[in-house]
């Protein structure tokens, strides 16, 4: 975020906004728990945001001068869809791995022999109602995975189309055909946000 701050004279400045860092430890910490997954497009998401940061980055420092007001609003808000993506991809590996234990054949097996046992109608039925309550857990999880990863790639579409639409400002002019990608970046970081 940018802040105002008074110079010497008392005339305002601003700070100038920097790109923020990322921890190659937590990068490598997360890829290592999405390389683990089954599920492929959690990693493939990771790599794909990391590239799409890079490319918005790049495009914006060669577009917008960094003292700019307009240059830090476009890095603060695709940092923070950025950031957020990534928080979706460490709850979607914390969401796999509390799923984990479920053993969805297992289930669906005792379910059968449950039918076919008609020996204890009581314990049966509690046993029944246990195995379904664990599907539930797991069916609930799956769907927090797939939201997520929609979110993902709604940002990543966010990030493409911002990417773009600054990279197609002529040289030497302000970005007011980019505003209306701004205003769609900026909303999706305040959904973000929200569901934080």
Do not use: C, H, W
């Not at 290592?32 to 790049?58: C, F, G, N, V, Y």
């Not at 991809?89 to 969401?95: R, V």
């Amino acid at each position: 975020p940018t802040r105002i701050i008074l110079g010497q004279k008392g005339k305002l400045q601003f700070e100038v906004p920097r790109v923020e860092e990322i921890d190659p430890a937590d990068i490598a910490t997360l890829r290592a728990e999405l390389d683990a997954l089954a599920d492929t497009q959690p990693a493939e998401q990771l790599d794909a945001l990391l590239q799409k940061r890079q490319s918005l980055i790049s495009v914006l420092q060669r577009r917008l001068d960094a003292g700019e007001l307009t240059y830090g609003r476009y890095l603060a808000t695709s940092q923070q869809v950025f950031s957020s993506s990534l928080d979706n991809l460490q709850e979607i590996a914390l969401a796999y791995e509390s799923i984990s234990t479920i053993d969805e054949t297992y289930i669906d097996r005792r379910l059968v022999e449950l039918a076919d046992d008609d020996s204890d109608v009581e314990s049966a039925e509690r046993e029944r109602a246990t195995l379904e309550r664990r599907r539930e857990l797991r069916t609930t999880q799956r769907r927090k995975i797939a939201q997520l990863l929609a979110q993902n790639e709604s940002a990543m579409t966010a990030l493409d189309r911002t990417t773009t639409a600054l990279a197609d400002v002529p040289m030497g002019r302000k970005p007011e055909d980019a505003e209306a990608v701004m205003a769609a970046l900026e909303e999706l970081a305040d959904r973000a946000a929200k569901y934080a």
